[in-house]
């Protein structure tokens, strides 16, 4: 089975603080995703990457940053944490998308971490 | 314009019995995936079916089957029977060639399995 796993489950911290949320997945997957999820707005793509040291920002980039040192670990950074980055964070990994849009690939979620930014 | 759009945000079914959960999407790509997951209580995204844009049949998973309809850009998710199990968010997404293979997710609709 694909195994995504993220570092915390809960977090809380302070405005201001620099936060590190870290995902790790098992399966070789080349690509790997961050979202946030909030009530009513369902998930958002924060960024992504096929590769290792390459990202592509998603639809809400802006005020973080992501490292992707080695294949199976995918770091999201929150700079300078704020309230209203106060989340549910996802990470995700899926095979390499090329293969084409309407390949069954799926991506593989990990259980996610709920962020409170006091 | 919403690439998914699911318009109950909240849906109850009695225990036994099968739901229907709407999803519409936009497109004008002639290749495209579309995938429902699940998301219990305790929060990761479940897999739950997935229905490819040039499939004939529509596509089954045990309880779960998708009611494709290309032409009025549908892709329902039928649960039979449901169970109490069965409550949690469900999300309708979808994969085109032109977002670079990413998923679109749309906003959910949370399903209340009643005993």
């Known amino acids: 089975d694909v195994k995504v796993t993220q570092s915390s489950r809960y977090l809380v911290k302070r405005t201001g603080e620099k936060v590190f949320l870290e995902c790790v997945q098992d399966m070789d997957h080349e690509n790997m995703f961050w979202y946030r999820q909030d009530p009513g707005l369902g998930l958002r793509l924060i960024y992504f990457s096929y590769d290792v040291k390459m990202k592509e920002k998603g639809d809400i980039p802006e005020g973080y940053s992501v490292s992707r040192e080695k294949k199976e670990r995918f770091s999201l950074i929150l700079e300078s944490a704020s309230t209203n980055q106060t989340s549910m964070y996802l990470c995700?990994?899926?095979?390499?998308?090329?293969?084409?849009?309407?390949?069954?690939?799926?991506?593989?979620f990990g259980p996610g971490t709920r962020l409170t930014v006091l | 314009a919403q690439k998914i759009t699911q318009t109950q945000p909240g849906m109850f079914v009695q225990e036994k019995e099968a739901v229907t959960l709407d999803c519409t999407y936009d497109t004008s790509d002639q290749s495209y995936g579309l995938f429902w997951y699940k998301q219990p209580s305790s929060g990761e995204m479940i897999f739950l079916i997935y229905q490819g844009s040039y499939d004939e049949q529509n596509a089954t998973e045990g309880r779960y089957s998708l009611n494709f309809q290309k032409a009025r850009k549908s892709a329902n998710l039928v649960i039979s029977a449901s169970q109490l199990g069965d409550s949690a968010m469900y999300f309708c997404a979808m994969r085109e060639m032109r977002s670079q293979g990413n998923l679109i997710f749309g906003k959910g609709t949370k399903l209340s399995v009643k005993p």
């Open positions: 995700a990994s899926s095979r390499i998308w090329a293969l084409g849009a309407d390949s069954t690939d799926t991506q593989y």
